[in-house]
């Protein structure tokens, strides 16, 4: 129940499809404030499939226990019939449990973390320290759990493109969350961005962005932060995330209309569309414009058409000046101002 620590612990929320997920800040370092205002990796979490009218609006319950404590509830995704949790035990192991019927838990209890440990630790198989994965399920006879019936999520070998370091998440230092699965975060006197995959589902939108960027970062492109390195659980061979380097920046307006122009021309020159252009995915800095959440990102192939692909690239740029207008705040997160 590791929810503790000398600033305090919040929750940032958000709908997503099917599910209410959320990820805990880290314990902020003393004299940190979670408020700074910087540029984040990516912006279309909270839009990608949720329906207002899919689910009722849900609050999530800050951490409230500043009692020393043991382990700690790291996320959670909550569906309509089943919830999802990513937690760090005391014995420093990650280990994602899967409750299938929502009644297990009460309604008021299920997204404080706190709460979410004591529940969970009534179960027999708590005390064992040998599984990964946990579901819990309920029938008639009553509450059921299956140990290891899936395996904690990585990407594939395949899917890691490049000879990029190594680093435990564990060895970040967190600085900031900005969204559900972005963190600005510190290693030794250096900081970066991170992005990560919380649980499995999320692992797809990881693949694609992890090619443009691996892609820009070997044509040496100043369009992009670069990548640094994969980011592991436990074990090297569990990549759930990457860390770009650290920008700041601005976000453009009509005013950098002629800027945009050019360095989408220059990503589209080399065969990458962004897919998701807006204003909080562009960022003014001194090196020029940056582009950030290349998730709905493609790359042409050989066996593209390419007048398809040019009338990708062609509505693409005639959509420009209409996202650079947009004042809505569309993927915006809750915590960052308009100047990084």
């Known amino acids: ?147 290891d019936s899936f395996k904690p999520h990585a990407l594939q070998e395949q899917e890691i493109p490049g000879t990029y370091e190594r680093i435990n998440i564990f060895d970040l230092e967190i600085l900031q969350e900005f969204k559900n699965r972005v963190f600005r975060v510190q290693r030794g006197e250096v900081q970066y961005f991170l992005k990560i995959a919380r649980f499995g589902f999320e692992l797809a939108w990881l693949v694609q962005e992890i090619k443009v960027y691996d892609l820009l970062t070997q044509y040496n492109s100043a369009l992009a932060p670069r990548i640094v390195g994969y980011v592991f659980e436990e074990m090297p061979d569990r990549v759930i995330g990457f860390i770009v380097e650290e920008i700041h920046g601005s976000r453009p307006n009509t005013l950098h209309f002629e800027a945009c122009q050019v360095a989408l021309q220059e990503l589209h020159d080399l065969d990458i569309l962004h897919g998701d252009i807006n204003r909080d995915n562009l960022f003014i800095t001194d090196e020029g414009v940056k582009f950030i959440d290349f998730e709905d990102s493609c790359i042409m192939n050989s066996a593209e058409n390419k007048e398809e692909w040019d009338k990708k690239k062609s509505d693409e740029m005639q959509s420009l000046m209409e996202k650079l207008a947009d004042d809505s705040g569309r993927g915006r997160p809750l915590t960052v101002g308009d100047d990084v």
């Open 1 to 147: 129940m590791n929810l503790t620590c000398n600033n305090t612990i919040t929750f940032h929320q958000h709908l997503q499809g099917d599910h209410l997920s959320s990820s805990m800040l880290y314990p902020l370092p003393d004299g940190k404030n979670s408020d700074s205002t910087t540029c984040i990796l990516g912006s279309l979490e909270a839009i990608k499939t949720f329906q207002p009218s899919q689910r009722p609006h849900h609050k999530i319950q800050p951490a409230r226990s500043i009692m020393a404590v043991k382990d700690s509830l790291l996320s959670l995704d909550m569906g309509l019939k089943d919830c999802l949790y990513r937690i760090r035990r005391a014995h420093g192991r990650v280990v994602y449990v899967t409750v299938k019927d929502l009644d297990i838990i009460p309604e008021e209890l299920r997204t404080h973390g706190p709460s979410v440990i004591s529940e969970l630790s009534k179960l027999s198989e708590w005390d064992d320290n040998t599984w990964e994965t946990l579901t819990v399920s309920k029938d008639e006879s009553g509450i059921r759990t299956k140990c």
